[in-house]
């Protein structure tokens, strides 16, 4: 190092880069020189076998063969590393250029071990936590036969009543941007090339979550600049984190599909952006753009390989139409190369071509599926992510000892500890909350578990919810499950009430315009609150819920999320006090659906809420504010916060600033605390959100301890788009606020100038 300086490091870095690259375009050269037009758009081509990948009405047909003919470039929906052997051994020994394939699948929240769902990881606050679940999956995938997964999603989401909030992480930008970073760190490492790392497709490009309604597959429609502030920097952030794919969402983005959009695929995402990788189209997007009114398969097929997309999800109109729209000059040979080229260089990337069975490893599945650290590592950060929504007269921690009542339809359900997108899991594998608390209290109390009730006693509900039938729900009458939770819960000291959605009440096509707990659900709780006994809630959900009526009348109420494969144990570390909760909601919870959108990082009005003056921004029969904020969450200790110390309050330039609060923890228990960074722009060229998260902090603290905590601020947090969409910041008065959460904070103010 002495020897070269940094300097001499980084060009030496960049040669060797220049260096790769070069080989690799020699090579992919060299190999399309052979391909015939045919081949070429096969490589295009995205296919599944089918089974629990499909999430659409059309299928694949005919697999096995197309590979043989060179008709298909990947293969998504498969996994284990025999199966995937054999589907490359036929890429590999029958097709004509033995291009081996590459193989991808829906690796959302870990792959056998099943962690938390990826909205309530977001709720630890944690990169590293977060950049090690990613890395375990990669660990576990890579060693199944996988090289590709369809993650992260990182749409904001400011809609509870989609389904699909459950997948990302959140309503905010910045949180957003962090875990995106943290998710493609993780599964990709620095080295594709590596065996334990899966190539990241980050989805879905772009503006997924802002689906009108919260119904999913819905119309979008935003202004650029909201889009840019407030949507994109998530996907950006994991674009220049390196990820290697990305995926085309369904919706349409300035009028027109994101996966015929040129101007989204293109423009922005590789000129603006930079992005080198490989775009894939989502689960048959290309053919769905006819219903979009795009015209016929080869018309927006097309449309498709000329936005920059490259590979085609199961809809087959590139291998369908692409040939004739060349002879036709409706695209051309060198945007077919360019597509072609982007997937032969992921899959060069990953080292296929050194050795097409790299990712297929006997004894590395046998050490690494389902290994005791990973299902350790899910234990904590099930834990991490659950958020302690209130705990009045510290019902909670429980004591072991006495008699508890569990009921609900979560208390002792092992198929529905996943919640959504957990393909490669296995439902018997879980661990319950019964079991969880059995092994917590050991022989000091008594567990009496009664059901309750099932999920919803609604039948036109699970219609919908399970079309092709197999609903979770038993045949005896809600009034016998009903008497039978009630007698157990007046022979207890505490009932332990774990209620909520089923696995599939969220995630795709699992939008709900009602998001409280199901009214059968709602009443039980009600009568078991009724018998006069302290009853905990504990929610298993994978959006926010509207728990009104739950946080006027019950002590405590714990958000489990879905927690995975080890929630069961998770919960009960949290009921019983082996771990102090500290997990901050990442979404706001509405206190009524009628408020939705809602959410912290708000515009202001010019009409801000008084109750005594009519004409001011409110509802008649709702309050404006949430019933949890955005970063809410408590524990079983409690902290004060010091007033905002500011290094200056007069600043010009560069900086930084420093703006330092000391926390104290003020109870009796060791714990920890995400203490957030909130700024405001008051006066701007443009109207600036009431407050925007820009830095935060966990720590931990004993009991007594105080700590000071600091955080640097640079005029890079102070920019934000102006009309003209440039990126910069401009000179004037900044709001500074700390706190535990988004609503109650520490204020202070700087005047800052250019
Ligand atoms: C449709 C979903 O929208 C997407 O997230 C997923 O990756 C694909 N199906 C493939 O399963």
Known sequence: MKRYGWLGLLLLAAL?????????????????????????????????PGGPAVTGAVVSTNVEEKIRKGEAGGIFGLWGEDKVRKVQEIAVNESRLKIPLIFGLDVIHGHRTIFPIPLAVSCTWDMAMIERSARMAALEATADGLNWTFSPMVDI????????????????????????????????????????TLMACVKHFALYGAGEAGRDYNTVDMSRLQMYQDYLPPYKAAVEAGAGSVMTSFNIVDGLPATGNR???????????????????????????????????QAVSALALKAGVDMDMVSEGFLATLKQSLAQGKVTQKEIDLACRRILEAKYKLGLFDDPYRYCNAERARRELLSADKRQFARELA???????????????????????????????????????????????????????????????????????????????????????GAPEESRSPGELLEEALTAARRSDVVVAVLGESSNMSGEAASRTR?????????????????????VLVIFSGRPLTLTWEQEHLPAILMGWFGGIEAGNAIADVLYGAYNPAG?????????????????????????????????????????????????????????YSD????????????????????????????????????SDPAASVSRAVKELKGFQKIMLAPGESREVQFSITPEQLKFYNSA???????????????????????????WTK
């Open 16 to 48: 060797q880069a220049g260096a790769q690259d070069a080989r690799m375009n020699a090579f992919v050269s060299s190999l399309m020189n052979k391909m015939t037009v045919d081949e070429k758009i096969g490589q295009l081509n995205l296919v599944t």
């Open 157 to 196: 989401a400011r809609d509870p009543r989609w389904g699909r909030i459950a997948e990302g992480g959140g309503e905010d930008p910045y949180l957003g941007a962090q875990i995106a970073r943290a998710m493609v760190r993780g599964y990709q490492g620095d080295n594709l090339a590596d065996p334990t």
């Open 263 to 297: 101007w989204l695929m293109t423009d922005l995402l590789r000129t603006q952006w930079g992005f080198r990788g490989m775009v894939v189209t989502d689960y048959t997007a290309v053919k769905e753009m006819t219903m979009h009114g795009l015209g016929d398969l």
């Open 383 to 469: 834990a991490r992510s659950a958020v302690l929504l209130k705990n009045d007269n510290q019902t909670l921690p429980l004591k072991p000892g006495g008699t508890v009542a569990l009921i609900g339809p979560m208390a002792d359900n092992r198929a529905e500890m996943f919640g959504t997108w957990t393909i490669g899991g296995d439902p018997n594998h879980p661990v319950t909350v019964r079991e969880g608390i059995a092994k917590a209290i050991g022989d000091q109390g008594k567990i009496l578990y009664a059901k309750g009730a099932n999920f919803t006693d609604d039948p036109e509900f699970l219609r919908r919810a399970f079309p092709w039938g």
């Open 515 to 535: 998001i409280g707990l199901p009214e059968n659900q709602l009443k039980l709780l009600q009568a078991l609150h009724a018998t006069g006994k302290p009853v």
């Open 584 to 640: 901050k909601l990442s979404t706001t919870f509405p206190r009524s659906v009628g408020q939705i959108p809602l959410y912290y990082n708000h515009k202001p009005t010019g009409r801000p809420l008084n109750p005594n003056d009519k004409f001011t921004t409110k509802y008649l029969d709702e309050s404006n504010e949430p019933l949890y904020p955005f970063g809410y969450g408590l524990s079983y200790t409690s902290f004060a």
């Open 644 to 679: 905002i110390r500011l290094s200056s309050t007069q600043l010009k330039g560069a900086g930084p600033l420093t703006a330092s609060v000391t926390v104290t923890n003020t109870g009796k228990l060791a714990g920890e605390e995400v203490v957030q960074l909130y700024l």
């Open 725 to 751: 969409l440039q990126y910069d910041w401009e000179s004037g008065e900044f709001g500074i606020q700390i706190g535990g959460n988004s609503r109650d904070v520490k204020q202070a103010k700087v005047v």
